[in-house]
């Protein structure tokens, strides 16, 4: 009985804090349209450009297949793609090669474990990382605590799964996420949120944002369009 006892008073302060985080969560669907639409959304694709005005500006076309661990990253860098694509337990990258001024013909190379692992963790977190962050195998690394943001009155949600860190700021007054920071292989990478736009589905999605990581220190410019009306089509998960 005594057991029990301890057991029960060492689980009551994590049942709290999965409650607490639970609130914001639930709040942020509230602001955002997505209760109910968004939770169960594996089948995604979203166009990005991320302008820092010097050569290292490129585009990203990314396609997510959760339900068949698929996932296609196509990066366009001075008028040149390059492939990253998750196919099931096997991924390699697509090389182009020769002239750009010449129809591109691509050398391929295998993804290393710990790359098609990375890729994995990305094609299972869906559209929002924290929604259901429990079920994709994230754990609460710290209580939701306030935080100031840019003057702004946040809470802070903080998640792990296999050594990758995410961080959430939640305006308290918007219940939208105002800042995420990512933290992987040492490399904290920021990102900012300057705007929102509601998406075909009917769900408020981040469109703008600020980006710097702490290796190359260049903030970036990011701008997000996201397909939700069969976003796989005509990509092709094969060598």
Do not use: C
């Not at 001024?101 to 977190?125: I, P, V």
């Amino acid at each position: 009985m005594k057991i029990t006892k301890i057991f029960l008073l060492a689980l009551v302060p994590f049942l709290s804090q999965a409650q607490d985080a639970n609130a914001v969560i639930e709040k942020y669907l509230e602001a955002t349209g997505g209760k109910d639409k968004i939770e169960d959304v594996t089948t995604f694709k979203y166009n990005r450009a991320y302008v820092a005005n010097a050569t290292t500006d490129y585009d990203e076309e990314v396609v997510v297949v959760g339900a068949k661990n698929q996932l296609s990253r196509k990066k366009t860098l001075l008028k040149r793609d390059f492939y990253y694509i998750l196919n099931g337990n096997e991924g390699w990258i697509k090389i182009p090669m020769g002239s750009p001024d010449k129809k591109a013909t691509y050398s391929t190379k295998d993804l290393s474990d710990k790359e098609l692992s990375e890729l994995s963790l990305e094609a299972k977190d869906g559209v929002l990382p924290f929604v259901n962050y429990d079920k994709k195998g994230y754990k609460l690394t710290a209580p939701v605590s306030a935080a100031t943001i840019e003057g702004k009155a946040t809470t802070r949600l903080a998640i792990e799964k296999d050594g990758l860190k995410r961080e959430y700021y939640f305006d308290n007054a918007t219940g939208l996420v105002v800042r995420e920071v990512l933290i992987e292989n040492g490399i904290t990478h920021t990102m900012d949120y300057t705007r929102y736009d509601t998406t075909p589905i009917g769900v408020k999605l981040p469109v703008a944002y600020t980006y710097i990581n702490t290796k190359d220190k260049r903030k970036t410019n990011v701008t997000t369009k996201w397909t939700f009306d069969k976003p796989a089509e005509g990509v092709a998960f094969t060598k």
